[in-house]
Structures are given as structure tokens and as C-alpha cells.
T-cell receptor
């Protein structure tokens, strides 16, 4: 595998379920990101991890819980979600979070539907 | 705060037509500017970027010039192809309080090319 992979690609869950999204990057990068992409809205940055430490948390509800066990893996744990949380969740990675103009590489996303 | 405004879509053009997608930005610092493209069912991928004023980014026949005086980064292509059908996102990255860099995206412009 190369680039950034995400699993599952599609997920349907009820509001009382607990599920996890997984992201893996094969690029040797040291920063990873979670974004939410909703229809008609700009991509929203949710979380940033740099060198496995969380450096950004953009007022995301506690029902979303990120985990970064190492520089190649990023998880987003989901529990008691709401229907408005239905969206495409994108993972990205980059090298040198503190460097200007670095390109972020995105995975294909997980399409989440909350019923 | 930082923001990106890009032209509303959808945009529909005939093959070989000239393309312009407008993008303007507001930033407190000196941002880097990006165009990302999202093909159906995929994540975002970098199309081109520019990190300083008057720089021109180019890739796959697409071009955009960093215009600091007009705070713009318009995307152009001289002759579009059906394979260019996708959603195009303008974005900026700026350095935050702790030297952290994060992307701010526009809402995206859906482009459809008709044979």
C-alpha cells in the first residue's frame, strides 16, 4: 500500500453505537489530521497530531475521540453520534507540521451515515 | 480569522473550453496558497501551490498566480478535458501562534466537462 489509506470506506451506525475510523499513512510523515467534509461547507479541521502529540483540537464535540498510537496510524473513535455528524471524514498527513507551505496528502475518506 | 472565498458552482463547460475558477482570500499573515482537486469517490489531492507573491503554480495544464495586491489565486486552464471533471478547492495555509501551519479551505467548485 502507498499513500494514505482509510478504513472502512463506508459506515452506517445508530446513535447509540460505538465505532472507530482508521487511517494509515505509508509516506513516513510526522503529522496527521482529521477533517470533516459536509455538503455545501468548507472542509473543517478537527484534530492535528504532530509527532504523535495532539496539537490542535478545533472545538470538536467529545463524542469524537482521536487516538494516534504512532506516527503512521490515526484513529477516530465515535460514540453516541448525532445525525448531523453524517459526513465524509478525511484523514491527511504531511511532513514537518511546523514548515511553511507543506503539502498535505489525503486519504479517500470514510463516508459516515448516522441513523 | 483566515478565510477563502471561491466561485460558486457548479460550472459546466464544453471540452476544449477555457476555464477560470476565481479564488480570493483573507489572511492575517503571509499565507501559502493551494489548489486541491477531488475526483469522484476519492480524497483530495494537491493540484498546484504557490508560497510567495507573484509565484505561479502549474500542473497538468492548470495554472494559478499568487496575487498579493488583489489577495487572489485564480485557477485557469486553456483547454479542459472530460477527465478534468471534479471538485476543485482553493486553500491557504498560515502560520499560527506556535508556528503551526494549518489549511483553511474554500467551499469547493464542482466542474463538469461535456464532450
Amino acid at each position: 500500500e502507498t499513500g494514505v489509506t482509510q478504513t472502512p470506506r463506508h459506515l452506517v451506525m445508530g446513535m447509540t453505537n460505538k465505532k472507530s475510523l482508521k487511517c494509515e499513512q505509508h509516506l513516513g510523515h510526522n503529522a496527521m489530521y482529521w477533517y470533516k467534509q459536509s455538503a455545501k461547507k468548507p472542509l473543517e479541521l478537527m484534530f492535528v497530531y504532530s509527532l504523535e502529540e495532539r496539537v490542535e483540537n478545533n472545538s470538536v464535540p467529545s463524542r469524537f475521540s482521536p487516538e494516534c498510537p504512532n506516527s503512521s496510524h490515526l484513529f477516530l473513535h465515535l460514540h453516541t453520534l448525532q445525525p448531523e455528524d453524517s459526513a465524509l471524514y478525511l484523514c491527511a498527513s504531511s511532513q514537518n507540521y511546523r514548515s511553511r507551505g507543506k503539502t498535505q496528502y489525503f486519504g479517500p475518506g470514510t463516508r459516515l451515515l448516522v441513523l | 480569522g483566515d478565510s477563502v472565498t471561491q466561485m460558486e458552482g457548479p460550472v459546466t463547460l464544453s471540452e476544449e473550453a477555457f476555464l477560470t475558477i476565481n479564488c480570493t482570500y483573507t489572511a492575517t499573515g503571509y499565507p501559502s496558497l493551494f489548489w486541491y482537486v477531488q475526483y469522484p469517490g476519492e480524497g483530495l489531492q494537491l493540484l498546484l501551490k504557490a508560497t510567495k507573491a507573484d509565484d505561479k503554480g502549474s500542473n497538468k495544464g492548470f495554472e494559478a498566480t499568487y496575487r498579493k495586491e488583489t489577495t487572489s489565486f485564480h485557477l485557469e486552464k486553456g483547454s479542459v478535458q472530460v477527465s478534468d471533471s471534479a471538485v476543485y478547492f482553493c486553500a491557504l495555509s498560515d502560520t499560527g501562534d506556535f508556528g503551526n501551519e494549518k489549511l483553511t479551505f474554500g467551499t469547493g467548485t464542482r466542474l463538469t466537462i461535456i464532450p
